[in-house]
């Protein structure tokens, strides 16, 4: 359904404001702006002005009460599931401990998952597994990008687990790896992921075997926490380095 000039300026309010959010461009130093004057920045009915503000409330950024104005929320009561609240996190400056959180979550969830669905998974489930491994390998082998088959592959393993909360997970996984595989591949001087070590993980869904299924899963993910926080600790030695010695 195509949205109407009113919702696509309502979206576009939402991204700027949500932008400034958490970039910190509002705080207790410098108060959320007043309605009358959104409306004047954005060229915005108070209508449309206030469908954005709802929206951002929803992901939690924002409180807001009759008489009492609208405020920023402290950033633990962000909504880090929503996939705009992370990506608009994820967008500034790497930030090393979202991504290492991130992945501690993918750690417990991930490989459980995917010892779900080598007990469970559809016929349908599993030809979409074995459809991301082979557009990996199709897309390795023509040194394509690897980076949208390679979240359809993890996608397609939480959705074969049969598990509605880890499916729910797919929005919010597709975000995050966006960013992480991209900054995985910078810091490795390569922009390819292991194919092999993917098909590991598909062919014992596709066997039915369920712990080789979470230890291939659990190896993957360890592998890609343990780059995070190599890098997160080089990039902090980085300025010291650049200094020389005093």
């Not at 993917?198 to 592998?223: M, S």
Request: contains cysteine; proline residues 4%; glycine residues 4%.
């Amino acid at each position: 359904m195509a949205r109407t000039d009113g919702q696509n300026l309502t979206y576009r309010i939402v991204e700027a404001l949500g932008v400034a959010i958490v970039s910190g461009a509002y705080s207790v130093k410098n108060p959320f702006p007043i309605e009358a004057d959104l409306c004047k920045q954005y060229d915005a009915s108070r209508s449309v002005l206030r469908e954005a503000v709802k929206m951002l409330t929803a992901k939690g950024l924002l409180s807001a009460r009759p008489r009492q104005g609208t405020w920023v929320q402290p950033e633990e009561h962000w909504n880090l599931l929503d996939p705009d609240v992370l990506r608009w996190l994820l967008e500034r400056k790497i930030p090393f401990s979202v991504l290492r959180e991130f992945a501690q979550v993918r750690l417990a969830v991930e490989p459980a998952a995917a010892a779900l669905a080598a007990e469970v998974a559809t016929q349908d489930a599993k030809r979409a597994i074995r459809a991301a491994i082979e557009q990996m390998a199709y897309a390795d082998e023509e040194e394509d990008d690897l980076l949208a088959s390679d979240i359809a592959f993890h996608i397609a393993v939480l959705r074969a687990s049969g598990n509605r909360f880890f499916a729910q997970l797919s929005g919010v996984t597709e975000t995050a790896l966006r960013f992480s595989i991209r900054m995985q591949n910078r810091y490795k001087g390569v922009r390819r992921a292991s194919v092999a070590d993917h098909r590991r993980i598909a062919d014992a869904i596709l066997a039915g075997d369920a712990e080789a299924a979470r230890e291939a899963t659990r190896y993957l993910i360890q592998e890609a926490l343990d780059l995070i926080n190599k890098a997160d600790t080089d990039t902090a030695l980085e300025p010291r380095k650049s200094r020389g010695p005093r």
